[in-house]
Structures are given as C-alpha cells and as structure tokens.
C-alpha cells in the first residue's frame, strides 16, 4: 500500500526521527540533568525536585545496585510503586546502572506478583511499603535477592515526611503488616554515587513491559533501549509540532508504571526539561482537581474515564484552563460525548492517540492543533508504517477494515522467553499484528473498529463494542457504560450492555434500548441491560471487557 500517510503530515512534522540521537534512555536523563539542572523536573505531594537533585539520588541508586549489590549489565529490577517521587529516583537509577527494569502494577495479587517476578528473573525489588506483605507471600518463590523499601512519605521533607508516614501507618493503616527484609530506600539514594557508568547500547534491554495478559498469561515485552530512545524522539516531534514543549507543566495521573505515562509523560518531558507533576491518586477525584488548581499545566494526558470523571466534577469546571494547550486520550477509545464537552469547559481539543505495550508504546496520533475531535486515532508518527490486512495477511482496499499492522523503530523484539508466542505476532519482515481491526481514509487518518476478540458477531453482521459503547454513552443521563457479546440461540450472539448512571439518574432499560434504536441499526441495538454502581476497570481507567464476559 502506498504510505498516503506521509502526504498529509502537518508542518512542522518530519517524516522521519533519528532513532540514534540518544544511545540509550540513560543519555537521554544525563543530557537533561546537564541542561536543565536548575529547573524542577518532579512534583508530588507538595514537594519538589530539581533535575539536579534527581542526578544526585539517581547516580546514588545507580551505585548502590553495581556497587554494593553487585549486579551486573543486563540484570533485572522490578520497581512496584505508584507515582511517587521514588518512581523516578528508581527508574533512572536503574536504567544507569545498565540494568532492566521490570514494572510491576501495586495491585498485583501474589499469583500475579510471582508469575513476573519469576517470569523476569528480577534479582532485586523496589517496593512501596504498603504492598511489602503480597511480596512477602511468594519471595522464597522468586528469584528476587534484594529488597529495597520505601514508604509514601519518605521524599518529603521533614517533619512532613515523619507526619505522613505516621497517618499512613497508623491512622489510615495502610501498611499491612510484613516481615519482608529490605534495605531503606532513604539509605539507598545516599549511597555513594556510581563509579564508572557502564556502556549502554541500543540493542542492549531497557524494559520487560508485561502485557496485561489479556489473552493468557502476562508476557514480557522485550524493550531496548533504542525502542524507547526512537519513540521518545516520534512523541516530541508531534508533540512539538507547533511550538516547542521546552519548559512545559504536564500532569501525570496515569501510573508510571504504565507504559504509555512512561514513555509520553516520563520520558519525552524529561528530554524537553519539563515539570512532571506526579498524582499518586488519581480516583480521588476532588482532590485531584484541588491539585490542579495550584498549577498552570500546560499538558494533561489521561483516558476517557478519567476526562469523564473529571467533567462530572464541578470543581473541575471552575479551574484556569487558560495555560492548557494539549489534551491527549490514550489506553482506551475516547467517546465523542466526552470530547465534545471537554472542548466546551476547557476550550481545549481532546486529541486521541494510538499504541500498545508492544510498540513503546505510540503508534498514531493526531496533530496538536486539531481543530476539532474527529473520533480517529491520527496520523502515523514519524518513521513508522501501518498496513491494513485480512485474515489470510493480505492488504485490504483504502478505508476498509482490517487488522492493523505496524513496523517501525519502536516495535518490540519479542516477548521475554516467549518464541511461539513472538512468532503469532511479529513476523520475519519486522511486522507487528496488533490485533485491532482499524481503517486508514484517504488523508491518512486511521480509525479504531475494535479488539478482533472483542467483536461481536450477530447473525453473520459484525457489531463492534466501540461504536455501541460510543452511541449509548452519548446520552447525558449515563457515566459510563461497556459492551460485549453473550449467547444467543437466534442470532448466535446479542448484544449486552453494562451501565452506570449518574447521579439521580432515573433511567430505564427501555429508555436506553429506544435510544439505542435513534443511533444504530437494529441488529446493534442491546438485548441485555444491567445497571452497575461500577465497571471493573484496569489500572489506567481501561474498562475490563474480559472482566464483564466473565460475572
């Protein structure tokens, strides 16, 4: 097919990124730490860090982990902690140390907590206090050799610090009793500072990003370093499209350890010398927006139950949007009720985007000054190219649907010990099968239909959830809602729905299905309603499709 992608690039936009400006994500920090030492890099709770100090404590992690633990190049760190000042601290100071690090979601049970750290063959564990007892459970089942220990408080300065962990502990008993060993992680970022920094090269590992096993069991992405370093450079340079990110605010409620705030909060505003404001809690709605009302931000990237969840807050309406310049959608499909209102209380196009665990994540996204939603994932980023095929792998006509394939710099090497698994997805000429069933238009803009698992089969048509999620969702009386497939003995399969109402709502089924019947074709149209209080939700805010099939 012929890359019509590349005709419609905005100004501004290159075509292709230098995927070796950096020789790792290390030089990517240690060059920011230069340039921009006096600048804030991190904020969280009140408290701040400036990129020198974040040079300081990251070479004094780098340190302890060669230094006096002794490991060595290519050895494995998982970090197990929400967004905290220590997330940061750890991540680089690892990454420095020529090790890879293996993020780990603090919500994991011990069956899922052993299987990755098992999985890895992570030689040492950096880990919030409060989650210290599931390691506790499965340790002597690992491989892990080394424990380093932090608690919420500990980057505060006192007696804030000594206050927080007090009421964390005691008060709110948010600490679950553990007699896991480990090592302080206050003692560990004034450790001596790394002697000799090992050389790090491209192809060397950065991350093992496990999927969220959707499919089976979670699997390691294997992510070099020049799979990041080359992402990093395509999300600045569309981000950078108009005008430079230099300097810019960006607020940071998706965890870290997600590999979407990773790379598009994390690591391409530290390039550009920006302040990340880390949120710890982002489903702590009010205090959320108490936060954002002490800042001028510039830049906010989120997921659709999260503007969703914003917007349903008054508070949030009240706040000076005024600094505010790029919004952007990722992890999920944003419904166009929810862009739509965004643009009317913020004045600000919500712009969506595109990519998975397998690519670094970014694939697509549209141009920072769009003038309005246009319900598509945007452009291919530089240097990457998309194929559209069907089930035999052949290239489907311009703007029909058909699997989406990817290839480019930030595609992963393979899954982690997992060469049958690998061979379904990536083939010999560096494709990746993503698995999504999307479109491309004339102007290059490509479309999401939806996950080929999740598409819904009803009387030989093809109903996918996006677009009923989407059509019942616009109705002012709903908070969220998701979609699936459930048996049939008529039709095979039908379609049901789970909603949430908001607040007061008095709603119906029957009002929802005549609603329903105003948007789609009859054979779209919900069999099955069940009103939910809440949707099981992933940890980036990602309605759990699987979770649904399954009650």
Not at 159 to 180: C, E, G, I, T
Not at 298 to 321: K, R, W
Not at 335 to 342: D, G, L, T
Not at 388 to 412: A, C, H, K, S, Y
Request: with cysteine; aromatic share 8%.
């Amino acid at each position: 097919m012929e890359k019509i992608w590349l005709k419609s690039y905005p100004s501004g936009l290159p075509e292709e990124i230098d995927a070796d400006r950096f020789s790792s994500v290390a030089e990517i920090w240690r060059d920011a730490c230069s340039r921009y030492a006096d600048r804030p890099a991190y904020s969280n709770m009140g408290a701040m860090l400036s990129y020198r100090d974040m040079e300081a404590m990251t070479a004094s992690v780098a340190g302890y982990l060669r230094d006096e633990l002794k490991l060595e190049k290519g050895d494995r760190v998982a970090i197990m902690m929400p967004n905290l000042l220590q997330y940061p601290i750890a991540l680089f100071g690892v990454l420095r140390a020529g090790l890879a690090v293996v993020n780990v979601n603090p919500l994991y049970t011990a069956r899922e907590l052993q299987h990755q750290l098992s999985d890895s063959g992570a030689k040492a564990i950096f880990i919030l206090a409060n989650f210290a007892d599931t390691l506790e459970q499965v340790i002597d089942k690992t491989s892990v050799e080394h424990v380093v220990l932090t608690e919420i408080g500990d980057c505060l300065p006192a007696p804030k610090r000594w206050l927080v962990n007090f009421v964390v502990r005691y008060v709110k008993k948010m600490v679950p009793a553990h007699r896991v060993a480990g090592v302080p992680m206050r003692r560990v970022v004034q450790a001596a500072r790394i002697r000799i920094e090992p050389d790090i090269g491209p192809q060397d590992v950065a991350f093992l990003q496990y999927t969220g096993g959707t499919t089976g069991v979670a699997k390691g992405a294997v992510l070099t370093h020049r799979n990041i370093v080359a992402n990093v450079q395509q999300t600045v340079a569309c981000l950078e499209q108009t005008s430079s990110m230099d300097g810019s605010i960006i607020v940071t409620p998706l965890p870290l350890y997600h590999v979407l705030a990773l790379t598009a909060n994390c690591l391409a505003f530290v390039q550009v010398g920006a302040l990340n404001v880390l949120i710890t809690n982002p489903r702590d709605i009010p205090a959320f927006v108490k936060e954002l009302s002490k800042w001028k931000f510039s830049v906010l990237t989120g997921v659709n139950t999260l503007f969703n969840a914003l917007l349903n807050d008054p508070a949030f309406h009240t706040l000076d949007f005024s600094a505010l310049r790029i919004v952007v959608g990722g992890g999920m499909a944003v419904q166009s009720s929810v862009a739509q209102k965004w643009k009317e209380v913020t004045g600000t196009v919500l712009i969506e985007g595109y990519g998975l665990t397998e690519t670094s994540p970014v694939v697509c996204v549209n141009p920072v000054d769009l003038g309005a939603y246009n319900g598509s994932i945007g452009l291919p980023v530089p240097s990457t190219e998309v194929s559209f095929r069907d089930t035999d792998g052949n290239e489907v006509p311009l703007g029909e649907p058909g699997e989406l394939w990817v290839r480019g710099p930030q595609v992963m090497q393979g899954y982690w010990q997992r060469s049958d698994a690998t061979a379904e997805v990536l083939t010999d000429d560096g494709w990746l099968k993503t698995g999504d069933v999307a479109a491309i238009d004339e102007q290059g803009y490509v479309r999401i239909v939806d996950r080929k698992k999740d598409m819904i089969v009803v009387s030989g048509f093809n109903v996918y959830p996006n677009e009923v999620e989407d059509a019942i969702a616009a109705h002012d009386e709903i908070m969220e809602v998701g979609c699936i497939g459930v048996p049939d003995e008529k039709t095979g399969e039908a379609v049901k729905i789970f909603v949430v109402l908001k607040a007061g709502s008095t709603l119906t089924a029957e009002a929802i299905k005549a609603h329903a019947r105003e948007q789609l074709t009859a054979y779209k149209v919900p069999r099955q309603i069940e009103f939910r209080d809440e949707l099981p939700k992933s940890n980036v805010g990602k309605i759990l499709r699987r979770e649904l099939r399954d009650t």
